[in-house]
């Protein structure tokens, strides 16, 4: 079976700290992309990153960085030095169908 | 500028009757998709299309039909055999449907109450 499980809910953090959204997976294929995906208050999906699975180094973007972890089936997002603007639901992706319930991330002034 | 476009923002259905939500795109995607979106359940998919002319079933697609006659047109039918309708839903493209080509493209969905 294929699914992602997004375990935090509901995330509150004081802007600046950093903050880690965790993600774990489960497939049998061998060969599977995964997916973050930002939704603020607006609705739209805006896509974060794309991961291989046979790429497990782990990327940073300014202030995002994503650890991928094949072993622990796991794909955790970081935000360093959180903004207000980071307030947003974020969900993990597997392949383009499977979707996590989200974690709805609020970042207080 | 190149994006997806949903309309109506909101749709608003009278028991028994059918509603069309429109999902445009003009990426030159040849994947399209329509995901469900309920409180606290993330997003489910109802129905996918590939190519022109060919879709597939999702995991909710009872009560729901689409049609992709055009490349750029997925349309989404909520009959009166879905009984429970009301939901955000999401449109999304990507170029294809394997590889890096999954990335997907959302629009900005259209959220659907029952009166």
């Known amino acids: 079976a294929q699914k992602v499980t997004q375990a935090q809910t509901e995330i509150s953090v004081v802007e600046k700290e950093d903050v880690t959204l965790d993600c774990v997976y489960e497939t049998r294929d061998t060969t599977y992309y995964l997916f973050w995906y930002k939704q603020p208050p607006s609705g739209e999906l805006v896509f974060l990153i794309r991961?291989?699975?046979?790429?497990?180094q782990n990327e940073i973007s300014g202030r995002y960085s994503w650890n991928f972890q094949k072993s622990t089936s796991s794909f955790n997002f970081t935000i360093t030095a959180s903004q207000v603007v980071d307030s947003a639901v974020y969900f993990c992706a597997l392949i383009q169908f499977y979707f996590g319930t989200g974690t709805s991330l609020t970042v207080i002034p | 500028d190149g994006g997806i476009t949903q309309s109506p923002k909101y749709l608003f259905r009278k028991e028994g009757q059918n509603v069309t939500l429109s999902c445009e795109q003009n990426?030159?995607?040849?994947?399209m998709y329509w995901y469900r979106q309920d409180p606290g359940q993330g997003l489910r998919l109802i129905y996918y299309?590939?190519?022109?002319?060919?879709?597939q079933k999702g995991d909710i697609a009872e009560g729901y039909s689409v049609s992709r006659e055009k490349k750029e047109s997925f349309p989404l039918t909520v009959t009166s055999a879905q009984k429970n309708p009301t939901a955000f839903y999401l449109c999304?493209?990507?170029?294809?449907?394997?590889?890096?080509?999954?990335?997907?493209?959302f629009g900005p969905g259209t959220r659907l109450l029952v009166l």
């Open positions: 299309s590939q190519i022109v002319n060919d879709f």
């Open positions: 990426l030159n995607h040849d994947a």
């Open positions: 999304a493209s990507s170029k294809g449907t394997s590889g890096d080509q999954e990335t997907q493209y």
């Open positions: 991961r291989n699975s046979f790429d497990e």
